[in-house]
């Protein structure tokens, strides 16, 4: 089954002490404040059925997460797999578990699952969010 949210953060995860480090991590924490958000993800993405043995599935925040990633940043799945991979600050944005790192096709599956619908909501609460 498919985890909703990382309960508690790794002690490994965190920000470069650099620009982008500190961006990255006001988007998180910018996410943080809208736990919302991550049932309108888990909506599409509880479709995708994930076996109850085996690997679990990455968890939605993580996906949520790696998306914004993806768009903030503007690489290809192929490079946000890279940088997942080898920098400590996209992996305290995506919280993933830490035996867990993605490949391009798991990312580009599962963040693609996310609908326009969805993108929609989750722009308007983030923009609702700076209004304020």
Not at 74 to 83: I, K, N, T
Not at 107 to 118: A, K, M
């Amino acid at each position: 089954m498919r985890e909703k949210r990382t309960v508690q953060s790794s002690i490994f995860h965190f920000f470069a002490d650099h620009e982008i480090g500190r961006e990255l991590q006001a988007v998180s924490n910018g996410l943080d404040s809208h736990p919302e958000i991550l049932e309108l993800v888990a909506a599409d993405l509880q479709e995708v059925k994930v076996n109850d043995c085996g690997r679990k599935g990455l968890p939605v925040e993580s996906v949520l997460r790696c998306a914004i990633l993806k768009q903030y940043r503007q690489v290809s799945y192929e490079e946000l797999a890279f940088y997942l991979l080898d920098s400590h600050s996209f992996q305290a944005v995506a919280r993933l578990p830490l035996e867990i790192i993605p490949r391009k096709a798991v990312l580009q599956r599962t963040i693609s699952r996310i609908s326009d619908v969805t993108w929609e909501k989750i722009n308007q609460a983030l923009l609702g969010h700076a209004k304020a």
